[in-house]
Antibody
């Protein structure tokens, strides 16, 4: 059974930093692209970032315009863990952040499993 | 960016009703479309991918169709556990984009 467990969320002041983690189990982690999606309070779903599967030859990362330059996605395959390093956080980054498993090695796919989400609040 | 226009934004239904939702892409996405169900306080759940393929374990009352720019999602007979918000998502090109959601509630 695929399981994804996010952690690392919390409250931070504008300009601050957080690192989110997503611990994966139940599948061959390195063979699948992974994605972060966020949902602001009372709003819809917004794609944040994706990273291709990484068997040593890819692991390419992609970012939404609102977060590019402030956020870095990475993966540690031996630890089966996905990360999202968020810097220079803004009030508008406030949301629940979900990690999702892609249906294939590449980012451009559906998300067939999701974590429970971790909340991030940016406020002074 | 590909805009996904989902309609209606909300609808009310009774158990046993047939419910339909549409999703229109701003450009051709072939069949690179998925549908998700989200209940309050929970993560989204994949129901359909590649526009019409039912995810394993999803009841057959859920159906997706369409290609190009026009897509539809149907629940043939709404059950009590189906009251939720539904989203479409395109994965043809970056940025990956979602429709605005359709909230299905009890009439």
């Amino acid at each position: 059974e695929v399981q994804l467990l996010e952690s690392g969320g919390g409250m931070v002041q504008p300009g601050g930093s957080l690192r989110l983690s997503c611990a994966a189990s139940g599948f061959t982690f390195s063979s699948y692209a992974m994605t972060w999606v966020r949902q602001a309070p009372g709003k819809g779903l917004e794609w944040v970032s994706s990273i291709n599967g990484d068997d040593g030859s890819d692991g390419r990362a992609y970012y939404a315009d609102p977060v590019r330059g402030r956020i870095t996605i990475s993966r540690d395959n031996p630890k089966n863990t996905l990360y999202l390093q968020m810097n220079s956080l803004r009030v508008e980054d406030t949301a629940v952040y979900y990690c999702g498993k892609s249906g294939s090695y590449y980012y451009n796919n559906w998300l067939d499993s999701w974590g429970q989400g971790t909340p991030v609040t940016v406020s002074s | 960016d590909i805009q996904m226009t989902q309609s209606p934004s909300s609808l009310s239904a009774s158990v046993g009703d047939r419910v339909s939702i549409t999703c229109q892409a701003s450009q051709d996405i072939t069949n690179y479309l998925s549908w998700y169900q989200q209940k309050p306080g929970k993560a989204p759940k994949l129901l359909i991918y590649d526009a019409s393929v039912l995810e394993t374990g999803v009841p057959s009352r859920f159906r997706g169709s369409g290609s190009g720019t026009d897509f539809s999602f149907t629940i043939s007979s709404v059950q009590p556990e189906d009251f939720a918000t539904y989203y479409c998502q395109q994965y043809d090109s970056l940025p990956l984009t979602f429709g605005g959601g359709t909230k299905v509630d009890v009439k």
